[in-house]
C-alpha cells in the first residue's frame, strides 16, 4: 500500500509540494518545530513534514488551515478544466493542464492520520471548551475520515470524481 500511496504522490507531485509547504507554513505560524521538511519523500510522509505534536489550538490548525487552502484551489482551479471537458464538451491542453493541477490539490488535500489523531484527541480531550467541541466536530470528523482516504490513496479517486460532478455541483447551485 506505501508504493502506490508513494505513486500517487509522484503523480499528484504539484498539490504534494504546495501541501508540504503549506503545512510548514502553518507549523511556524503555531510555533510547532519542524523536524523535517523534505516535501518529496520515498515514504507516507511524502507531500507532508514530520514536526512534533501540536499543542491543543494548533492541533486543529495545522490540519484544518492547509486542507481548506488546498480544497479551494483544487475547486478554483479545477472548475474551468473540468467545465470545458465535461460539461461543454471541447478539449484543449490547457483545460487538460487546469484540471490536472486542480485534481493534485483535491487529492492532496487531507493531512496526515498522526495529524488527525492528535487533532481528534485535543479537541475532544478534558481541557477543551465545549462550544469548541460542537463547532468543531463536524469538521474534525472530515479531516479525520479524509486522512484515512488519503492513507489508502482513495482521496485521488474520489477528487476525480469530484473534479468531474463539480460543473454540474455548480450549475445547480447556480440555476
Not at 470545458?84 to 493534485?104: D, E, K, M, P, R
Request: glycine fraction near 6%; hydrophobic fraction near 55%.
Amino acid at each position: 500500500m506505501v508504493i502506490l500511496y508513494e505513486i500517487i504522490k509522484m503523480i499528484t507531485f504539484p498539490g504534494a509540494l504546495l501541501k508540504g509547504f503549506l503545512e510548514h507554513l502553518f507549523c511556524r505560524l503555531w510555533k510547532v518545530p519542524v523536524e523535517y521538511s523534505d516535501y518529496m519523500q520515498r515514504n507516507e510522509l511524502c507531500g507532508h513534514v514530520e514536526h512534533l505534536l501540536a499543542p491543543h489550538k494548533g492541533s486543529f490548525a495545522i490540519c484544518f488551515g492547509p486542507h481548506i487552502i488546498m480544497a479551494l484551489l483544487g475547486c478554483i482551479i479545477a472548475f474551468p478544466g473540468a467545465m470545458n471537458l465535461f460539461y461543454i464538451g471541447t478539449f484543449n491542453w490547457l483545460s487538460v493542464i487546469l484540471l490536472y493541477v486542480g485534481v493534485s490539490f483535491l487529492a492532496n488535500a487531507f493531512p496526515l492520520v498522526e495529524d488527525a489523531l492528535n487533532m481528534w484527541s485535543e479537541l475532544f480531550s478534558d481541557e477543551s471548551k465545549g462550544i469548541s467541541k460542537v463547532l468543531l466536530a463536524v469538521p474534525a470528523a472530515i479531516l479525520y475520515c479524509g486522512a484515512y482516504l488519503e492513507r489508502y490513496c482513495v482521496s485521488f479517486l474520489t477528487s476525480i470524481a469530484f473534479a468531474y460532478a463539480l460543473p454540474w455541483i455548480v450549475a445547480l447551485i447556480v440555476g
